[in-house]
């Protein structure tokens, strides 16, 4: 069972999310700051869509993971 001290837990919504992450990004902005989260997909974000790559070689795998912070926890 993890404890938390008062202390830590007062920076929770202010330096760390609200899980305790650290909401600072990279400073070389790979990763950026974490600002709440998305709540909604991305704009232009299409479901469904397919790269030529996987279209021309259908049992190729590719993993593709985007660099941002996309939790959102509701009130």
Do not use: C, N
Not at 20 to 39: F, S
């Amino acid at each position: 069972m993890a404890v938390v001290s008062p202390e830590e837990a007062a920076r929770l919504g202010k330096d760390l999310t609200p899980v305790g992450a650290e909401k600072a990004g990279y400073k070389d902005g790979t990763i950026p700051d974490w600002t709440g989260g998305l709540a909604a997909p991305p704009s232009g974000f299409k479901p469904g869509d397919t790269y030529a790559l996987q279209t021309r070689y259908p049992t190729m795998r590719v993993d593709v993971y985007p660099t941002r912070r996309p939790v959102h926890y509701p009130e």
